[in-house]
């Protein structure tokens, strides 16, 4: 076993003067032994706080996947059920650039089946649903970015429609795009509000957020396609009368039949022959 210089040179010292051994650690020993734990301490709060680092960095990412996916499921869902009946009732779906309800570009708005009734709501499954970035409440995040939100409005026979209650959905939205795709390209715009226009065969949805902090990346693009099935309404059935002779078909025309005259009763008191 190997001993510490500066312990053997005292023990000779000690040996040389007559004296025993001492059992004490002199200063220099201390010292020593000082210096090495704070090193090793110094290392382990290194490991230590990377180790929180790379934690609180997964939690975020975690944190942020969850957002949008969460985000990703809702938008999906509504353009999945999207029901455009092309009378009064349900005949919306209109978006683009330019942003009805905030200074940030991009509006969506379409009408579908996937309103759900709160206790004490009595309304239909039909509902009125607007996607837009509005203003964040969060003042960290400055005024270069906004909130994804999504708002609902049940009653659409309503005279007087009040503000739609706002879900927030993703923070720190920088753009939104919405692209219609109509067989043959993608449009930036598609205004279907009276029910005369067509509807596009897909839609697609697209957000850039920022970075939650200034140490990790911007997340990559979040892009949402959805084709949309379409329905031929269904017309209304009516009775027509068509000529049997002008009939395209091999079946031969059934002639009618010629009623045989009914003779008059003869006079009474006299006999035909």
């Not at 005369?196 to 693009?221: C, G, N, Y």
């Not at 049997?244 to 059934?254: K, Q």
Request: charged share 15%; aromatic share 6%.
């Amino acid at each position: 076993m190997m001993k510490c210089p500066l312990t053997a040179l005292s023990i000779a010292r000690n040996r040389r003067n007559g004296g025993t051994p001492a059992s004490a650690f002199t200063l220099i020993e201390i010292l020593c032994a000082t210096a090495i734990a704070a090193i090793i301490l110094v290392a382990v709060y290194g490991i230590f706080q990377r180790s929180a680092k790379t934690r609180d960095y997964a939690t975020l990412r975690i944190h942020e996947a969850r957002q949008r996916e969460h985000a990703a499921s809702i938008i999906r869902n509504d353009l999945r059920n999207a029901y455009i009946s092309g009378g009064v009732f349900a005949s919306t779906m209109e978006g683009g650039a330019q942003s009805q309800k905030s200074r940030f570009p991009g509006y969506l708005r379409f009408t579908a089946t996937t309103g759900k009734n709160q206790p004490g709501e009595a309304y239909g499954d039909v509902q009125q649903v607007e996607y837009y970035v509005a203003e964040s409440s969060d003042s960290t995040t400055g005024n270069s970015t906004g909130t994804f939100v999504r708002a609902l409005t049940r009653d659409l026979l309503a005279t007087v429609q009040d503000a739609a209650p706002e879900e927030q959905l993703l923070p720190r939205v920088q753009t939104f795009e919405v692209a219609f795709y109509d067989g043959q390209d993608w449009q930036q715009s598609w205004p279907l509000t009276d029910g005369t226009s067509t509807l596009p065969s897909a839609i697609r949805v697209r957000l850039q957020q920022t970075a939650a902090s200034e140490h990790v990346p911007d997340p990559t693009p979040l892009e949402i396609l959805v084709p949309l099935t379409t329905q031929q309404p269904i017309t209304s059935s009516t009775t027509s009368t068509t000529d049997p002779s002008t009939s395209t078909g091999s079946r031969t025309p059934t002639p009618t039949p010629t009623p045989t005259p009914t003779p008059a009763p003869s006079p009474s008191g006299t006999r035909t022959r």
